[in-house]
């Protein structure tokens, strides 16, 4: 498939990579609002075109699927103007600033006969995969932590004044939506739909959220999330059983994982080596669904896609965190 890029950070260089060791994709087409850096972009892998007109990159008759990796408060735009020129979309996470704009792009896509999906690394990977099979195995669940704590050095950015996209509202910024959907995503993709949800976050200056504690309840546990831009974490994750503990490392991409039997206290690792470029596992997926039109399995993602969005809007909405998208 003829591929399209919008935004040329290290992410969309990093899917290129992973979209063509899946063999499914070439790179065909790089937009950016600089020309000279939308051609540099296409030079460096190789592809033909290079835009920085956006509306006539989507009017591009060779291009079939476009990977958006602009800011989060773009991505609505973005998307909507490829999927109303019939490409199929693969949507940086977190895809839209809320289900508003979901429920809108979802409706184009489908009117218009595509794919939309969110690029979530995380569990399209085998040892995510690993991790859903052995959960039986340490009996009724009891609770679960899962986090994704980093430090930006975007935040020192931040902290000298300036507004980096990502910490602010004006952008869809914070840190749940940019980091606390993997472990939300994680727990959804594991124990479904949570029956509440409560944020504490840790408001920084224009009301963004630097950091926070998610709390997703479920029948019989919750699951704590914790998320944060401003601060470092090395913990584990952890899901506690009944019978046993699962422990793995981190939420994206998971690479060690242990289970541990309470009644015998063996240990057994149970995770496989995964590919460096762990993008690699959606782009193969997305490219799967769309060549065998897997109506099913497209269902699936985009149902988990609409609860994780659901979740973080409502968690954002508690606290008061808007952004321009939502008034
Ligand atoms: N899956 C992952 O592991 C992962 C990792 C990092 C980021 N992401 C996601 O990827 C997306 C991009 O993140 P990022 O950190 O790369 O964002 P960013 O640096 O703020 O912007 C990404 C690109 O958008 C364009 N851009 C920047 N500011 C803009 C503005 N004010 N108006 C219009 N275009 C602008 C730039 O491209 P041009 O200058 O070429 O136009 C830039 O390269 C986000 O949704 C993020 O959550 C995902």
Redesign the pocket.
């Known amino acids: 498939m003829r591929l399209g890029t919008v ?3 290290w ?1 969309t260089a990093s899917f290129i990579e992973a979209a063509h060791l899946s063999g499914k994709f070439t790179l065909h087409s790089v937009y ?3 020309l000279e ?2 051609r540099a972009f296409a030079d460096r892998f190789g592809a033909p075109n290079a835009y920085d007109n956006i509306e006539e990159m989507a009017k591009a008759p060779d291009i079939d699927v476009v990977y958006i ?4 408060a ?2 609505y735009a973005h998307a909507k103007l490829f999927l109303e020129n019939g490409k199929h979309v693969i949507c ?3 895809i839209f600033s809320n289900m508003k704009e979901w429920e809108a792009a979802f409706a184009s896509a489908e009117a218009n006969g595509v794919y939309l999906f969110e ?1 979530i ?1 995380n569990i399209h990977a085998p040892n995510f995969k690993r991790l859903k099979d052995r959960i039986k195995d340490i009996g009724t669940v009891r609770g679960a932590v899962f986090h994704l704590m980093q430090y930006s050095s975007r935040y020192d950015a931040f902290k000298n004044g300036e507004e980096p ?2 910490f602010t509202r004006k952008f869809s910024g914070g840190a749940l939506v ?1 980091l606390g959907v993997y472990p939300t995503y994680l727990a959804v993709a594991l124990f479904g739909e949570p029956k509440k949800v409560s944020y504490h976050p840790i408001l920084l200056r224009g009301g963004v959220d630097g950091g926070g504690t998610l709390v997703l309840d479920y029948d019989g546990f919750v699951v704590t999330v914790l998320c944060s831009k401003i601060a470092d974490a090395g913990l584990a994750c952890e899901i506690h059983g009944e019978d046993g503990t699962i422990a793995f490392d981190k939420v994206a991409p998971i690479s060690t994982l242990t289970l541990k039997e309470r009644k015998t206290g063996k240990t057994e690792a149970f995770h496989v080596e995964q590919h460096e470029q762990d993008m690699v596992y959606e782009a193969e997926e997305f490219a799967r669904i769309i060549e065998s039109a897997d109506q099913s399995g497209y269902e699936a993602l985009k149902a988990l896609s609409r609860t994780v969005l659901t979740i973080t809007e409502t968690a954002r909405k508690q606290n008061g965190i808007l952004f321009p998208a939502d008034e």
């Open positions: 935004g040329t950070n992410i950016s609002r600089s850096k939308a990796a602009s800011p989060n773009l991505h940086e996470k977190p690029a690394r996209n990502v940019d």
